[in-house]
């Protein structure tokens, strides 16, 4: 009788378990973050202006006394922006073409990085809204891209898996539609005046696009919308590498666990150190360096376990399959080539 009473009927509703609320963001953090987005807008939007408008003449400054010396660079440096500036206000086309770049790419820095925001939301994980980062006039893309910071533990193996891939994938489906309008837009390149020569080699998604359209790659000249998905797509294989902390290692945390984490990590690496040598051999190009430097500072960061190692299911083993397919079509082992 007594054994009958303290035995819980089968039909009884299991108890709730409410995930904790993460924090919301408050009117500060709103204007601290929407203010590094306006100006990375500005940045970016230079950025445009530099793949759009032609090369332009400007002259050097001249050279009298010693302090010409130490001033030559930034001199030189404001000459070239304030010459692409103005050529920017005179042809509005170009100013058009560079707003375009701009909010295409934050566009895509923005898919992925609310994947990761609203996944920590919905795992009751504490994050940041998105810093994005801005970079000088005629630095790269105009930004260093953008980041969230997680404030509180990551509670389960499926939450880490859900959180990590959610950024890249949530960037890929936005960034599509980009590669489409860039590749189908494509127009001859206007033939070299002289000097040394950037060539944005193609991930896989672009052939396989070329090829469906049947838009020659070949001599083509980046539009704002080719090259803003040609680095939502380099973003997104580099987060996808499988090191450390990167979106990459997160999902080979909570596939294979924490010793095959760290053993892939460093396969990694030195097949990216080794392509970056090879890269600089074949392309004449030191980008893959930077790469190597990287991944290397990844692997020195441990990655924190989840709370709870529960099994990731099927569903989620098959969204694996599909982050690998993503990084097989977003990966060029070498993506620019100095001529």
């Known amino acids: 009788m007594s054994e009958s009473a303290q035995t819980i ?57 010693w302090l010409s010396y130490v ?11 304030s010459s692409l500036l103005s050529f920017s206000v005179l042809h509005p086309e170009i100013l058009v073409a560079a707003i375009s770049f701009s909010l295409s790419l934050l566009a895509i820095l923005t898919a992925h990085e609310m994947g990761h925001y609203l996944a920590c939301r919905y795992y009751g994980v504490d994050a940041t809204l998105p ?4 970079a000088p006039p005629l630095f790269l893309a105009g930004t260093f891209g953008a980041f969230i910071k997680m404030k ?63 838009a020659n790659l070949t001599d083509a000249a980046p539009n704002p919308f080719y090259m803003a998905a040609w680095i939502g797509l380099l973003v997104t294989s580099l987060n996808l ?36 040598v090879l890269g600089f051999v074949w392309h004449s190009s030191p980008s893959g360096f930077l790469y190597t430097v990287l991944l290397a500072v990844m692997l020195k960061v441990r990655h924190p376990a989840p ?28 993506p620019i080539t100095l001529t």
């Open 9 to 65: 009927p089968p039909f009884f509703p299991a108890p709730f378990i409410a995930r904790p609320r993460a924090h919301r963001p408050t009117a500060r953090e709103w204007i601290k973050h929407s203010s590094l987005l306006l100006v990375t807008f500005v940045t970016t939007t230079f950025a445009g202006i530099v793949i759009a408008a032609p090369e332009l003449p400007v002259p050097e400054p001249a050279l009298s006394g």
């Open 131 to 134: 810093f994005f980062i801005p």
């Open 241 to 276: 590498m499988p090191v450390g902390q990167l979106d990459g290692g997160h999902g080979t945390f909570s596939v294979f666990g924490q010793r095959a984490h760290k053993l892939i990590g460093r396969v990694a690496f030195v097949a990216v150190a080794l392509m970056s």
């Open 307 to 334: 709370e709870q190692m529960e099994p990731l299911g099927s569903a989620r083993i098959v969204l694996a399959i599909v982050t690998l397919l993503v990084f097989a079509l977003s990966f060029v082992p070498f």
């Open 71 to 81: 001033t030559y660079i930034p001199e030189y440096y404001l000459l070239i922006v």
């Open 152 to 214: 509180s533990p990551i509670p389960s193996r499926r939450a880490l898996f859900d959180i990590g891939l959610a950024g890249p994938l949530a960037g890929f489906v936005m960034l599509v539609p980009f590669a489409i309008a860039g590749i189908a837009t494509l127009q001859p390149a206007p033939a070299p005046i002289g000097g040394a020569a950037i060539v944005f080699n193609d991930p896989l998604l672009f052939r396989i696009l070329a090829k469906t359209t049947g």
